[in-house]
């Protein structure tokens, strides 16, 4: 039930910020995809999340052997989200996910996604807690990027993602935002 | 909790060109289905009713497949209290599928090797929502997405505003977009695949990885939890299928790339392997996008 997570974290911990395209001898049928995103932002790049606030609590890198040790614990703090006049603020559906209940909240200004936060975060025991301080800060950074990829759903939610980005769609149903 | 259906519910935008566009989030089969549609020529009322129709579908297929529910026609197949013959016709239809997905798959996907018995939830969902996307095709509309965490069948054209657009939206009908999440990158939607449906017959994309439900993916050669992959993503027409050649990769890595699910049906697998690189069957490059460097930082 929980191997995954933990094997997860061992990878993480040597190979976070690596994003090259290694073209490895496999199978003959593939193809590396073109465009090797070598310069994309690295992980705690902080920037793709223009006028967000990254959450206060950042997660621990040293209490527990699945925390990469490259976690973007360095990012800058951006600016505090100013509530503009025209935003909006709502909580999605409490959703339950594999090691607890999450809620999402989201605030939206015009067109923009200004602030997601979880402010309903409960965990069955301890091991989730750590699992889900190391993941929902990555989870709030991926929303932020997702919103300039301009796209109408993610794939490949985690099991906990599945959960944020149920409880964010929810949110961003009640405040009517598209 | 998802049960609540207080805060879920639908949201409805007004929308000259192409209709209104309607986002529902139904909490059904143990998670919260989000569908979006784009009305089209349908009216309100119009778009609504097809909605109802479309969670409808997926409340029934949970009714007859859930293994949570003892009762279901699913529960008591496995428990031997039911014969097949004497199931609903769809328990046969599905478990066919089922067949179909662990030869194409050469074991690897295999519901058989579930403990307890025959267990068909890794399609079934992906078979809802597929049907559920073609209920509200059926109904009229320009266009639908039915998206069950990640794993989603779309068809015609996306919103022409999707979430997060800048201030110039695109003309005329619009390829769904679809971020595939990158297993660790702390900032990443490690691509962005586009689903135009030239042909009509709509797309699905399903992921399955390590980071997504890992302990539930199991080897059916050991019975064990088991991940080679870091990501698998598979394009293709049907979501069931896409589905289930997606959790085949992610138990069974590389190897898997060899079985016969490649060969004329249609479908494309995106990896991203523990080691960071990413892997891609040839026609993967037609529908997926690296992100502009403008979009990623």
Not at chain 1, 80 to 103: D, F, H, K, R
Not at chain 1, 122 to 134: H, I
Not at chain 2, 4 to 26: I, K, Y
Not at chain 2, 135 to 162: H, I, Q
């Amino acid at each position: 039930m929980r191997r995954a997570p933990v094997v997860l974290g061992a990878t993480l911990a040597g190979l976070a910020g690596v994003f090259a395209f290694h073209t490895h001898p496999t199978s003959g049928v593939l193809a590396p995809l073109p465009g090797a995103p070598g310069s994309g932002g690295s992980a705690g790049s902080g920037g793709s999340g223009k006028g967000t606030s990254r959450p206060s609590t950042t997660p621990s890198t040293s209490t527990s052997p699945t925390s990469p040790s490259s976690h973007p614990t360095s990012a800058p703090a951006s600016s505090t989200t100013t509530t503009a006049p025209s935003s909006a603020s709502a909580t999605g559906t409490a959703i339950q996910y594999g090691y607890g209940v999450l809620a999402v909240k989201v605030t939206v200004s015009g067109k923009r996604i200004t602030q997601v936060s979880v402010p309903e975060l409960r965990t069955a025991d301890s091991y989730s807690q750590t699992l889900a301080t190391q993941v929902i800060p990555m989870l709030h950074s991926e929303v932020m990027s997702a919103q300039s990829a301009r796209i109408n759903a993610i794939s490949g939610a985690t099991y906990t993602c599945e959960a944020f980005a149920q409880s964010l769609q929810a949110a961003l149903n009640k405040v009517h935002f598209r | 909790m998802a049960g609540d259906g207080r805060e879920l519910g639908t949201s409805e935008t007004p929308e000259a060109a192409s209709g209104a566009v309607v986002h529902h989030s139904e909490p059904v089969m143990g998670t919260v289905v989000t569908i979006t549609v784009v009305g089209g020529d349908l009216d309100r009322d119009g778009i609504r009713a097809a909605v109802d129709a479309a969670c409808a579908v997926l409340h029934q297929a949970d009714d007859v497949f859930s293994t949570w529910k003892a009762d279901s026609p699913m529960s008591r197949v496995r428990r031997g209290e039911l014969d097949l013959t004497r199931a609903p016709d769809v328990i046969g239809e599905v478990l066919h599928l089922c067949e179909q997905a662990r030869s194409d798959t050469a074991g690897w996907f295999d519901p058989w090797a579930m403990p307890g018995g025959v267990d068909p939830t890794g399609l079934v969902k992906g078979w809802a929502v597929e049907r559920a996307r073609d209920v509200l095709v059926r109904a009229g509309v320009a266009g639908a997405m039915v998206n069950a965490g990640g794993d989603l069948a779309v068809w015609g054209t996306a919103p022409p505003e999707p979430v997060g657009a800048a201030s110039d939206p695109p003309q005329g009908p619009s390829p769904w977009r679809v971020g595939i999440v990158h297993p660790w990158r702390a900032d990443a939607v490690a691509r962005v695949v586009e689903l135009g449906d030239a042909t009509g017959a709509g797309a699905a994309v399903a992921t399955s990885g390590t980071y997504e439900r890992g302990a539930h993916l199991v080897d059916p050669w050991s019975r064990r939890a088991r991940c080679s992959l870091a990501s698998a993503t598979v394009i293709g027409p049907h979501l069931a299928l896409a589905d289930a050649f997606a959790t085949a990769l992610a138990v069974g890595g590389d190897r898997v790339l060899a079985a016969p699910w490649r060969t004329g049906g249609g479908y494309e697998a995106y990896l991203i392997r523990p080691d960071g690189s990413e892997l891609a069957t040839p026609g993967v490059a037609t529908v997926v996008a690296p992100l502009p460097h403008s979009q990623r930082n």
